[in-house]
């Protein structure tokens, strides 16, 4: 004797605070058969443990009551997202996303479409029964032209409300997803399809094959306002007529085409086609086995922590020139010295839109003692290398600070009282040295000459080397071009 | 070790420290380093990250693998932020430990991309619908954007909530020296409660329904008394306060303008010192008013006035009416700061110097 | 489970305080040997009756209903 009965669910549902044995769908629903089937093939794969639903909102809501698996109960329209989260979070679970008209085909169809399109490793099944019904049977994107719903009490005119949405034609215009059909349960034969097709969601998750969508023909008998039978022959004869049923894409039996199509073992064994370009490649990544080994070698210069010393006053800086003169980077020389010297140091670049119109500058504070406000009002030391910075800054510098500015900068406005000004030919040393990116060099050379940092010149020299860090061939270069530049403007 | 690194960055040394598995975010000017770090340095360590579509996105895959027991963060500004504030509603709805930085920027609207606190409301009361709050820490330097971030991580996964690293344009813009952490965190067991895709977890479920109006409020009281036992991991320091005649309180980048300003005044003999939360929420009420008491007070904050209401609010819960009713604030807003010489003038008027 | 001839027919089990009357499983039952009856369940619907014969366990009716537990079969 066999038994042919519900596997997979629990046996009573806690719903609002009484057991019951009855689903809270409407007589004649399609969910109810479709619940039923995802209940059956989870259980009938032996892969109850191993999953993790993940619920809408809609009228699927409730399956974490039914379904004997977890459940994680997602926003509406953001299942796709949270499934995204949950695969990616658990790649060895089955991930399973259930959405509705509205919560996958209107509020969370980028979500979905993404999920789609980046090959995300949950299946997720699509109830569509051309309307909201939880909300009260309002227009979907999934709307039949002419279908009369609450919001399309004259029916859908394209007119108006456009066409109904084709998922399954839609995502199946990506590349990644590795399975999307169409299935209903209108009667015997479409349910049994229906319950394979479920099942192939199923494989493909179990199997870490990729993203896999299968939306499936409801019958919403309430919201049509037809009894449960004349629901399905509409199901089967209007909506179908709209949305054909069928296999778009199952790339493992060569259904439509798709760029990844894994064959086993997951993610990472996952056959590639051949990237379109020549010359742009994924590139593998360097793997590290922890955050000491990773976070380990310094990026610049190799300094100890600051030590306070409150005898060291503090000396504010501000570097300003135009984009591409080195000026970010030499005020990170600058610290990085500070930084050697044992000093608390702080750099701070402008940023945003003024950065990519061109002008760049930015900031340094040295301190012996820890350093309060980042901002450089009024600097110790002002370094221009164009017009427009030295006219903006100028008169901002503190009494008794001094002012750097290239030889080619117009000097339109003095500085205020009790403020040296020296002009270097920064620009024009470096075109000399025949390096004319080095300009910023010439400056470093200029601060050390006129003893502007508080700074041992050796840390100075250190960290302009580190900055070259990148590019070995530039260290020494740079070491004599500095030095070059510092004979030339004691002799000057 | 200690490296000289742009406090965005900071931000994902702590995280990786802290035993994040997973980021999830879309750029946003000036949060995106965070976005490029985590780009670079989750895959290097074996973990992931994942580009969202958008900010709704992020936040709600977060929810997913939160809820499948991972710890994980995004970051954002401003209006990324707002559009995450449902998804956060959700997270301490089903009561899910995450970790999102704010890097506010100017605002309403598009606004520009400079500091500002303004989103204090939000990252400090929570911003979304209902019931809930978050564990909100205030970093104010690059230590603390990789001190306090793990920090945050610790909290979420204590409290089971979601937890903000609120910081500003400013801050996540400037490099300063981090020392990194010896040890990284464990990874927490969540096994309890979460949807693990194993045996042992098969009856997890993790919701933020409760159609029963009962049972609905229920679970509010629980939430709010979790939220009171948050109070025990409050978080502030001061600065030059115990003689002082005017505190300054002030959060964030604000108090290092306070710091200064303080250190300026000081040195005209006058005695004025610093007051800062460095958890926003809870707030630390009861050290404030130990600071407060008898004292005259001004805040500097880069918002309307958000932080001085809950300054004031935070005093008259402490039957300190008389401080709350003369708290002064000198502000900022629209992508400025506060400089140290208005501060000065500002202490010096209400010092009557 | 076990082999035929038990001795018992094959036959659908009826939970008809679950059953909500849809009659999806009427009119799919191939041998036509389900109804729904003319008395009232506890939700107040007509639910479904097996006629007492004709039944060939072939669970048609299990997979057309939309409720988990209002119907299973017993196949002889």
Known sequence: MKTIEQKGMYQKFPRSGKDTRVTHYCAGCGHGIVNKLVAECCAEM????????????????????????????????????????????????VTIAYQGDGDLGAIGFNNAFQAASRGEKFGCIFINNSLYGMTGGQMAPTTLEGEKTTTTPFGRDPALTGHPLHVCEVFSQLQAPVY???????????????????????????????????????????????????????????????????????????????????????????????????????????????????????????????????????????????????ILSLGICVAEAARLQKRHTLWFPSYGPEQRGGSASCSVVVSGMPIGSPTVEHPDVLVCMNQPSYERFVGDVKRGGIVIVDSTVPITKHPPEGVKLYQVPAIKMAEDFGVPKAANTMMLAAL????????????????????????????????????????????? | MTK????????????????????????????????????????MLGRTFVQAECETASVNMMFGAAGAGKLCMTATSG???????????????????????????????????????????????????????????????????????????????????????????????????????????????????????????????????????????VFNDHLQRKYEDMAADAMAETYLAADAELVIVAFGIASRVARTTAETLRRKGLKVGVFRPISLNPFPRERL????????????????????????????????????????????????????????????????? | MSEEGNGVASHPEIEEDSCKGCGRCVAACPRKCLELKSTL??????????????????????YNCPEPYALRVVKS
């Open chain 2, 4 to 43: 000289f690194v742009k406090s965005n960055e900071a931000v994902v040394m702590g995280a990786l420290y802290a035993g994040c598995d997973l980021y999830f975010g879309y750029p946003i000017t000036p949060a995106s380093e965070i976005a490029h770090g985590a780009a670079k340095w989750f895959p």
């Open chain 1, 180 to 326: 999307v059909a169409r299935v209903s349960v209108a009667d015997t034969k479409r349910i049994m399809q229906c319950k394979q097709a479920i099942k192939r969601l199923f494989e493909i998750q179990r199997d870490r094959k990729g993203y896999a969508l299968l939306e499936i023909l409801a019958p919403c008998p309430t919201n049509f306002g037809m009894n449960p039978l004349k629901a399905a022959e509409f199901c089967m004869n209007e909506m179908e007529a709209e949305f054909p049923l069928g296999v778009f894409r199952d790339a493992e039996k060569g259904v439509g085409g798709s760029r990844s199509c894994a064959t086993e073992g997951g993610a990472d064994a996952q056959e590639r086609v051949p990237p379109v370009s020549a010359t742009l490649a994924v590139k593998p990544v360097p793997r590290f086995s922890s955050c000491a080994e990773l976070f380990g070698v310094p990026d610049g210069v190799d300094a100890p922590p600051a030590v306070d010393d409150p005898s060291v006053p503090e000396r504010r800086f501000k570097f300003a020139g135009y984009g591409g003169q080195g």
């Open chain 1, 448 to 492: 050390r000459a006129f003893k502007a940092t508080g700074l041992d010149d050796e840390h100075l020299e250190t960290a302009l080397c580190a900055s070259f860090k990148k590019k070995p061939q530039l260290v020494e270069k740079n070491r004599d071009l500095l030095h070059r530049a510092e004979a030339a403007l004691a002799g000057a």
């Open chain 2, 79 to 217: 209006p990324g932020f707002s559009l995450m504030q449902e998804g956060i509603s959700y997270l301490a709805g089903a009561e899910l430990p995450a970790v999102i930085v704010d890097i506010n920027r100017a605002g309403p609207g598009l606004g520009n991309v400079y500091p500002e606190q303004s989103d204090y409301t939000p990252a400090v009361k929570g911003g979304g619908h209902g019931n809930y709050q978050t564990f909100t820490l205030a970093p104010a330097s690059a230590q603390e954007m990789c001190d306090l971030t793990i920090k945050a991580f610790q909290m979420a996964a204590k409290w089971r909530t979601p937890a903000v690293v609120f910081a500003d344009g400013l801050q996540g813009q400037m490099m300063e020296n981090v020392t990194l952490p010896d040890e990284e965190l464990p990874r927490p067991d969540f096994s309890d409660w979460a949807a693990q895709g194993e045996a042992k977890t098969r009856q997890n479920l993790v919701k933020s329904i409760f159609l029963d109006a009962a049972a609905q409020e």
């Open chain 1, 46 to 93: 032996g892969l109850q443990d191993n999953t993790i639903f993940v619920d809408p909102v809609g009228c699927g809501v409730f399956t974490y009551y039914y379904w004997d698996a977890a459940h994680i109960s997602a926003a509406h329209g953001r299942a796709s997202a949270a499934a995204t989260g949950v695969c990616r979070a658990r790649p060895d679970a």
């Open chain 3, 41 to 62: 369940n506890k939700m107040g619907v007509k639910p479904v009756g097996y006629v007492g014969e004709g039944c060939i366990g072939c669970g048609i009716c299990f």
């Open chain 2, 289 to 353: 008013a130990a600071a407060a008491k008898g004292r005259k007070i001004m805040t500097i904050e880069l918002d309307a006035g958000q932080f001085a209401d809950d300054v004031r609010l935070n005093l008259a819960k402490s039957g300190l009416g008389a401080e709350a009713a003369n708290v002064m604030m000198i502000h900022r807003m629209g992508g400025q700061v506060v400089t140290v010489d208005d501060a000065v003038k500002a202490a010096k008027m209400i010092l009557g110097k």
